[in-house]
């Protein structure tokens, strides 16, 4: 099992340029959370998926922010335009099914530097 | 709301030494209760759990932790810290354990000397 995998593991861009975070759950997991981690901020919860669906989307900062699950298997994340601001390391993370008694498996982040 | 505060910003060990991070909730209710452990470049792993039963609770890596509810506590320990035990450590809580909400405390780095 290779883990949750995200990519890219680093991304410089340029203020107003358009990002695309990426990630591949566990397979045979139907959650899908989407975390954010600031010094400011600690460890937020921007969205969580369940099959495919957006069941908690109330995390995200604004309608810069979006986030997609076509299938089990991939899941985007993407920020137009994006701003300094949204400087952070983003977290990708899977649950076998809904509940933290399942416990949640962390890919290694994407950090995301805006200029 | 439930959270969780962690007090400790920055602890610093020596190699072979014990090790205790605290952890204090705020939640009305029965507690779900957890540490993860994210090393250097890494993700979030989970180091133990806390529902119900035994207070006591053994997790990986050799890290055990109490939870104790007349001091709203769930504090981590480690008798002897290894060099790859240097990390940063998140306290977190949820209502009930369908819930999918994580609520992470602001996380403790653990500096490990030789």
């Known amino acids: 099992d290779a883990g949750v995998i995200q990519s890219p593991r680093h991304e410089v861009t340029e203020m107003g340029q358009e990002v695309t975070l990426r990630c591949k759950p566990i397979s045979g997991h139907n959650s899908l959370f989407w975390y954010r981690q600031t010094m400011m901020r600690g460890l937020e919860l921007l969205i969580y998926f369940n099959n495919n669906v957006p069941i908690d989307d109330s995390g995200m900062p604004e309608d810069r922010f979006s986030a997609k699950m076509p299938n089990a298997s991939f899941s985007t994340l993407k920020i137009q335009p994006s701003e300094p601001r949204d400087s952070a390391v983003y977290f990708c993370?899977?649950?076998?099914?809904?509940?933290?008694?399942?416990?949640?498996?962390f890919g290694s982040g994407t950090r995301l530097t805006v200029v | 709301a439930q959270s969780v505060t962690q007090p400790d910003i920055h602890i610093t060990v020596s190699e072979g030494a014990s090790l205790e991070l605290r952890c204090n909730y705020s939640?009305?209710?029965?507690?779900?209760l957890f540490w993860y452990v994210q090393s250097p470049g890494q993700g979030l792993q989970l180091l133990l759990k806390?529902?119900?039963?035994?207070?006591l609770v053994q997790g990986i890596k050799g890290f055990e932790a109490e939870f104790k509810r007349s001091q709203s506590s769930f504090n981590l320990r480690k008798p002897s810290v290894h060099w790859s035990d240097a990390a940063e450590y998140f306290c977190a809580v949820a209502r009930t354990p369908n819930d999918y909400k994580l609520s992470f405390g602001a996380g403790t780095t653990v500096t490990v000397r030789a």
């Open positions: 939640y009305g209710a029965t507690p779900y």
């Open positions: 993370a899977s649950s076998f099914e809904q509940g933290v008694w399942y416990g949640y498996t």
């Open positions: 806390y529902f119900s039963g035994d207070t």
